[in-house]
């Protein structure tokens, strides 16, 4: 008999060790949102709704532009807010930062003094530089938070909450701090070269932007006023991004789960949501027709060609 349990020992540490592991795998692909859709998948289809069935079949982009536009429809207002508004916050985080720096740098190369009231810019700095810079800023955010982050925040699978903090910070600092930087520069000496023109000069003081290297030459050099606004523009962005992506996530949590608990309530926002137009959706579809930004907004599910 103890010969038997000798015998049967290791097998039973060995088998104790492989449980150990598979459940630390386990955990480790939970967290990750790879076995809950899995389960979700199973051969048995009933232990989903009719929703998450449907929801299942679709692409990643159909996923998110129907669960985008449901969104906008949410009839629990904390929770509408939660998942509409962060993209709204951006954007005025967008205008904010993008005005500051345009101001100054108009304020140097127009009135040589980059320390001029803000107010004092907009009023005697022409106005093209100023509002291009904040018009390209905008557009370019609501185009990257639509490619980059909308996508996955609407996705049946758990999303990396970190990951997207880092998207939506980087995508602000990039659209509301380097681009205003790059772009007004060349608008205020491209603004300074028509003035000139205009002027009827022989001579030209302004030189003019002939390849790549001038024009990075040109930003950097002419961004040097923007440069002690930097910190604090940072700071709005990063505060911004971080606080409205996890307020999206908590919105979408709570959906989610509201959705998955009450099909009836569920079937009836989804046939709502694809009957109304939003906002948001009518903005998309004046994107769409802008031809250089037109590929990069995913075309409506019921408006697509199939060939």
Not at 57 to 71: G, K, N, V
Not at 112 to 131: G, L, N, Q, T
Not at 227 to 241: E, G, H, L, N
Request: net charge positive; aromatic share 8%.
């Amino acid at each position: 008999m103890s010969k038997e349990n000798e015998q049967n020992s290791p097998q039973f540490l060995s088998l104790w060790q492989n449980s150990e592991n598979f459940a630390k795998l386990e955990s480790h692909a939970v967290n990750r949102g790879l076995v809950a859709a899995a389960r979700d998948a199973s051969t048995d289809p009933s232990n989903r709704s009719t929703l998450w069935q449907n929801l299942s079949s679709m692409s990643s982009a159909d996923q998110a532009h129907l669960m985008s536009r449901l969104s906008s429809t949410w009839p629990f207002r904390d929770e509408r807010r939660a998942l509409t508004w962060p993209v709204h916050a951006g954007l005025v985080a967008n205008c904010v930062t993008s005005s500051l720096i345009a101001t100054r740098i108009n304020s140097e190369m127009f009135l040589y003094d980059a320390k001029a009231k803000f107010f004092e810019s907009i009023r005697k700095c022409p106005k093209s530089p100023f509002v291009f810079g904040v018009y390209s800023s905008g557009v370019t955010y609501f185009m990257l938070h639509q490619v980059l982050v909308t996508p996955k925040v609407y996705n049946e699978l758990t999303p990396c909450p970190s990951c997207l903090v880092i998207n939506s910070i980087a995508i602000g600092l990039l659209t509301g701090i380097a681009l205003p930087m790059l772009a007004t520069p060349y608008l205020a000496h491209y603004v300074l070269i028509n003035r000139e023109a205009n002027t009827g000069g022989s001579s030209r003081a302004m030189p003019v932007v002939n390849n790549l290297l001038e024009f990075l030459t040109l930003g950097w050099e002419g961004s040097k006023p923007a440069r002690p606004v930097i910190a604090m523009c940072a700071a709005i962005q990063m505060i911004v991004s971080f606080g409205s992506m996890y307020a999206m996530l908590w919105g979408r949590e709570r959906m989610f789960n509201t959705l998955e608990l009450d099909s009836d309530l569920a079937r009836r926002l989804v046939a709502e949501a694809q009957t109304s137009s939003s906002l948001k959706q009518k903005i998309l579809d004046f994107l769409r027709k802008i031809p250089l930004v037109n590929g990069a907004i995913p075309e409506a599910p019921e408006n697509e060609r199939v060939a």
